[in-house]
């Protein structure tokens, strides 16, 4: 190869090597990117920046609760996440015995979503919490009335002793007695029908006569 060749050959490969690195250099005012065109026609347009939304909730519902566990023992073992402003068992209005599940309030919406994470599904005395979050819109206005209250369950044995010892008069006592007559003997058949041989007790009672009505003489 001549001397002539060979300069045309290296200005040849100075014109090819210039090309590329324009095509690969980088602008230094780049466009953005658009992320959507109009259908109307017009400019590209790149979407409104949106801030994500930040969770105000800070009332959990609480299931499963086992036995033992109210209250007390609730906002107790909660305290380790954070505040807890208060707390509510659900009851039965009649005997005062838990339903088994429960609500408490944080200060911190950030700590009741914590608790929510940490508390789900979680084994505590052989009962598989249900820990989940309530949005404010479905958070009733009556759900935390009278949660201060102590509920004082209804002394029934108290109420059936009244009833029993209470003063009678002589048609309730004698409605009283027939009851009785009548279930013993229902039990006495249903003891005869089953073939069993058992003498049962008689009954004593107080069977006191009517009052006679007396009639004086007009003299």
């Not at 009741?112 to 789900?120: D, H, K, R, Y």
Request: with cysteine; charged share 30%; glycine share 6%.
């Amino acid at each position: 190869m001549g001397a002539k060749a060979k300069k045309a050959l290296k200005k040849n490969m100075k014109k090819i090597s210039a090309s590329s690195s324009s095509q690969l250099a980088v602008p230094q005012n780049p466009k953005p990117s658009a992320d959507f065109l109009p259908l109307g026609g017009g400019p590209a347009r790149k979407a409104p920046v949106t801030k994500p939304l930040e969770s105000k909730a800070t009332v959990l519902y609480i299931g499963r609760l086992p036995h033992g566990f109210y209250e007390t023992e609730i906002e107790g073992f909660f305290t380790q996440f954070g505040t807890v402003k208060r707390v509510r068992v659900a009851r039965n209005k009649k005997t005062g015995k838990s339903k088994h599940f429960g609500f408490i309030q944080f200060e911190d919406p950030e700590v009741a979503e914590i608790a929510a994470g940490a508390m789900n599904d979680y084994l505590l005395l052989e009962h598989m919490l249900q820990v989940r979050v309530i949005p404010p819109e479905h958070v009733k206005p009556n759900l935390w009335k009278g949660f201060k209250c102590q509920y004082k369950p209804v002394d029934w044995v108290q109420i059936e002793r009244k009833q029993h010892n209470k003063e009678r008069t002589l048609e309730e006592h004698r409605k009283m007695l027939n009851k009785v007559v009548k279930r013993d003997q229902k039990r006495r058949k249903r003891i005869e029908a089953a073939g069993i041989e058992y003498q049962c007790p008689e009954l004593v009672g107080n069977t006191q006569p009517l009052p006679k009505k007396i009639k004086f003489s007009e003299d």
